[in-house]
């Protein structure tokens, strides 16, 4: 019953670093997508992916790639990491179903120093 | 603009009360669906419920209640005689069927905060 887990929990960059966030899920969900929580923002949508081999851009996909080689696995990656980027990040999978829930990790909190 | 709007930013109350968090949405789809979600304090997103755009009716759980009304376009959460584990942040959010992902678009949140 792992659902959707999320590496690391925590993390702290340096302006410029790169890093992978992880995720996976085992509940063969089609649809895979990631949000940024920032304080009075809500969650918005950084990318998605509805398959593997297809992704799209969310509403703030600067500074963020994605790519979905397996149906289990999103990784979201930081080029060059950016104070602006600090946030807590969830990444979420669902059925390809039009009523679905998300099923959400349990986040990563990143810091950009 | 911003398809999900929850205009209370923090409701504060005290143990027992009844409580309404407002969600306002909107669509020029007529086939939609809405979610609530549940983030208590210790972080993690919980799905609450879900309602289709054709399917009116209130729902209820336990001390838990939706009013979905598409003539003003909102579909409000009340948690009638509130409690302390009933704080934390919810999220309404909407999923269209346009673009043919159903990727939901959530509001900004509204902050319960239950005093006993």
């Known amino acids: 019953n792992a659902g959707v887990t999320q590496t690391p929990k925590f993390q702290v960059l340096k302006t410029g670093q790169s890093m992978t966030l992880q995720c996976a899920q085992d509940?063969?969900?089609?649809?895979m997508s990631w949000y940024r929580q920032d304080p009075g923002m809500g969650l918005r949508l950084i990318h998605y992916?509805?398959?593997?081999?297809?992704?799209d851009q969310g509403e703030v996909p600067n500074g963020y790639n994605v790519s979905r080689s397996t149906t289990e696995d999103f990784p979201l990656r930081l080029l060059s990491a950016a104070p602006s980027q600090t946030s807590v990040y969830f990444c979420a999978s669902s059925y390809a179903s039009d009523n679905s829930p998300l099923h959400f990790g349990n986040g990563t909190r990143l810091t950009v120093t | 603009a911003q398809k999900v709007t929850q205009a209370q930013t923090e409701i504060s109350v005290v143990e027992k009360e009844d409580v309404t968090l407002d969600c306002v949405y909107e669509t020029r789809d007529t086939t939609y669906y809405l979610f609530w979600y549940k983030q208590p304090p210790s972080g993690e997103l919980v799905f609450l419920i879900r309602?289709?755009?054709?399917?009116?009716q209130n729902e209820i759980s336990g001390r838990y209640s939706w009013n979905f009304q598409k003539s003003t376009s909102s579909f409000n959460f009340t948690i009638t005689a509130s409690q302390v584990v009933d704080s934390a942040v919810y999220f309404c959010a909407l999923s269209e069927a346009s673009g043919g992902s159903y990727i939901p678009t959530f509001g900004r949140g509204t902050s319960l905060i239950v005093h006993p």
């Open positions: 992916s509805v398959g593997a081999g297809i992704t």
């Open positions: 309602r289709n755009s054709f399917d009116e």
């Open positions: 509940m063969n969900h089609e649809y």
